[in-house]
Each structure stands twice: as C-alpha cells, then as structure tokens.
C-alpha cells in the first residue's frame, strides 16, 4: 500500500481544502492525515524546503529515532557492518543537497557510529570511501561464479582469501576450469539466532 505520498499544490488554499474533504468523503474506511507548509514539509526521511525560490533537501530523523545501528560486536561478518557505513554516508550524500548540512550530518554519523562500539579507523575509511564515489552512482553488478555456500562463523572470516590463493588448483583440469569460470566465491548464510531456537516459523493445525 502506499500510505505517503508528497506533492506541490498550486491552487489556492479554498481548494486545498475542497481538495482534502472530497478525499476523506471518497472511502469512510481511508483517512488521509495532511501536513502541509509553505516553508518546509518532512517526508519519510527528507525535509523539503525552499529557500530564495528554490528547492532544498535536507536528513529528517524523528525525535524518538534513536539511532541504534548494529553493534560492532554483533556476530556478523566484518564486511557488513563496514557496509552499514559505508551505505548511510551515500545516503547522506543523496538526501542533502547543501554541503553544509552534509557535513553537519557526518560529523554526526561518526558519533553514532562511535557509540555503537565502531572503531574510529573502519569509521573513517569507509566514509572516505564513499567520499571517492560522490556523484557517481551506478549500477553494482552482481556476483557471477560459482558460490560456496557455508554458514557463518567469525572463524571462517578467512575463508574467501583461502579460495582466492587456491584457486589456480581448479585450473589444473580442463573440464573442472570449465565448471568454476568465473572463479567461484564464498557466500554466508545466517546462523540460528536466539530467535530461531524459541520460535517456529510453522504454524501446526
């Protein structure tokens, strides 16, 4: 369902108003809550505004979000909670369109991320990161190849470095090379979480 929906209104407020009654009288089981500015209006996370006749976007965080990232120490492989970094920092860049409210909101993010048990150099690289991809997002190809598919374990953090130095043996016969073209990589599936061993997906009659 869509349930939020962001618009300019270019008539007067009379019919605004004629606009919003026929609406909530067109379904007695719909009612449509209306926030409406002429300065600013959030919308889902974007503040909208206009200043000096044009439009300008800002982050919009509610007042009871409370910025609860995962925990560094949660047990996940490292290249996810990297990407969580790396992923909000691209966010920002595409919701605020002053550099001024970009960097406010960075210098930000780092203290959340501080907090949240994140080391100050994996905070920094992957922002850097994200930096050098400004204004250039395209589309990511996905991974071709052949995956090895395990369940993750902190202890299996090396494992794709393993592959990787071992991957010429898979080239020694000609049918097996065939097989793994592109090389193959190491996908993780998730544990069982404590979630997992309380409660049961399947509903018994």
Do not use: M
Request: aromatic share 12%; hydrophobic share 35%; proline share 4%.
């Amino acid at each position: 369902y869509i349930d939020d929906v962001f618009f300019i209104w270019l008539g007067t407020d009379t019919q605004f108003k004629t606009f919003k009654k026929s609406l909530n009288n067109f379904n007695p089981n719909l009612k449509y809550a209306f926030e409406k500015s002429r300065e600013k209006v959030n919308f889902l996370d974007v503040t909208v505004k206009v200043e000096s006749d044009n439009i300008v976007t800002d982050l919009f965080c509610k007042s009871v979000d409370s910025h609860q990232y995962l925990h560094y120490d949660s047990r996940h492989p490292k290249h996810v909670k990297s990407s969580i970094i790396h992923s909000q920092t691209l966010r920002l860049q595409r919701i605020c369109s002053e550099e001024k409210d970009f960097i406010k909101h960075l210098d930000q993010l780092r203290v959340w991320f501080k907090a949240r048990g994140y080391p100050g150099d994996l905070i920094e690289s992957q922002i850097q990161k994200a930096l050098r991809k400004r204004n250039s997002f395209g589309s990511k190809k996905s991974e071709s190849g052949v995956p090895l598919v395990v369940t993750y374990n902190p202890k299996l953090d090396r494992l794709g470095n393993i592959l990787f130095r071992h991957r010429h043996v898979l080239s020694l016969n000609d049918e097996v090379q065939k097989v793994f073209t592109p090389a193959p990589f190491v996908s993780f599936r998730s544990s069982r979480t404590l979630k997992s061993h309380l409660v049961r997906s399947k509903v018994y009659p």
